[in-house]
């Protein structure tokens, strides 16, 4: 079965500073990875996904994600983070169609 | 994407009563999940509803605790049984779309506290 494992339970990090949200997988075998987001009292929302093809992914917001199949590793970067982006990060990898997801990442951005 | 709606948004219900959720989609769709998302943690995987046959449920989860109902291939609902304050949790359900069929996208939820 496969496991994904968020590294940070919570991330500080100053408003305009870079961000990396680190997501380890399990499996070695082709894999679909996905980050969500969850803003305060809302439902989640996809942020961008690795299907194949190029191992950087571009998602919305201004994110992006790598994908590196000999680290099994998907972080999520973005170069300048915004007030806006305080929420919960999910990394998620297919099993199937299901989706098994981390234990989740709290971004907090500071002014 | 899809859109998805539940109802209710959030409730707050007493010990030993049940709650039925609804989930509506924008359009017709094979598969959909329910998830639970305790306090404080992740989603986990409570069932694969497919219309037209019993739902699937993950180890954990039995149906006499949450049965689904699935009449169509646009609506679905999840029903919490017998409660306990254990089952305070959001509840979401998702569906597949995009090109591969891998993508999830979720509903706002439900915000269940029992007490």
């Known amino acids: 079965a496969q496991s994904v494992t968020q590294l940070d339970s919570q991330v500080p990090v100053f408003e305009e500073a870079p961000v990396e949200l680190r997501c380890n997988y399990s499996s070695s075998v082709s894999v679909y990875l996905f980050w969500y987001v969850q803003y305060p009292n809302q439902g989640l929302q996809l942020l961008l996904k690795y299907l194949s093809g190029s191992t950087l992914v571009k998602g919305i917001n201004g994110f992006e994600a790598e994908f590196n199949k000999s680290q099994t590793s998907f972080h999520l970067r973005k170069p300048s983070v915004h007030i806006s982006d305080t929420a919960e990060y999910f990394c998620a990898v297919s099993e199937g169609n299901k989706l098994v997801f981390g234990a989740g990442t709290i971004l907090r951005v500071k002014s | 994407s899809a859109v998805i709606s539940q109802k209710p948004s959030r409730d707050i219900c007493q010990r030993g009563t049940s709650l039925t959720i609804q989930c509506q989609v924008d359009?017709?769709?094979?598969?959909m999940f329910w998830y639970r998302q305790q306090p404080g943690q992740s989603l986990t995987l409570i069932a694969t509803?497919?219309?037209?046959?019993?739902?699937?449920?993950e180890s954990g989860f039995v149906i006499d605790k949450f049965p689904i109902s699935r009449p169509n291939l646009t609506f679905s609902t999840l029903t919490v049984s017998n409660m306990s304050p254990e089952d305070s949790s959001i509840y979401l359900c998702?569906?597949?779309?995009?090109?591969?069929?891998?993508?999830?996208?979720f509903g706002p939820g439900t915000r269940l506290t029992v007490t």
């Open positions: 359009s017709q769709v094979t598969m």
């Open positions: 998702s569906v597949v779309r995009g090109e591969r069929g891998y993508e999830q996208y």
């Open positions: 509803a497919n219309q037209g046959s019993e739902a699937t449920y």
